[in-house]
Nanobody, 124 residues
């Protein structure tokens, strides 16, 4: 059974940093594309960063600030978020692709398994 659990969110001041973690079980993160998604209040969920066997992508708004990383030994995926801005506020979800070795793009349609999300609030 595929399960994803995110943690590491919290309240941070603008310019600060957070590292989100995604603990995976029921599958190995090196065989599935993994994505981090952001849902701001009142807005649709959108892809922030995705990692597959052959590609790493970032949405333009986070390039140079966020870094996705995968630890195959621990079966974890991380999202290091630096230089945080108020517009980064929202719930962050970790997701795994619908099937092993499947990756189309960093959009919701690619992903079939979701965590419960972790809240990030960037505010002074």
């Amino acid at each position: 059974q595929v399960q994803l659990v995110e943690f590491g969110g919290g309240l941070v001041q603008p310019g600060g940093s957070l590292r989100l973690s995604c603990a995976a079980s029921g599958f190995t993160v090196d065989s599935y594309a993994i994505g981090w998604f952001h849902q701001a209040p009142g807005k649709e969920r959108e892809g922030v960063s995705c990692i597959s066997s052959s590609d790493v992508t970032y949405v333009d708004s986070v390039k140079g600030r966020f870094t996705i990383a995968r630890d195959n030994a621990l079966n974890m995926v991380y999202l290091q978020m630096n230089s945080l801005k108020p517009e980064d506020t929202g719930v962050y979800y970790c997701a795994a692709a619908q099937h092993p070795d499947y990756y189309r793009d960093c959009s919701i349609a690619t992903f079939g398994f979701w965590g419960q999300g972790t809240q990030v609030t960037v505010s002074s």
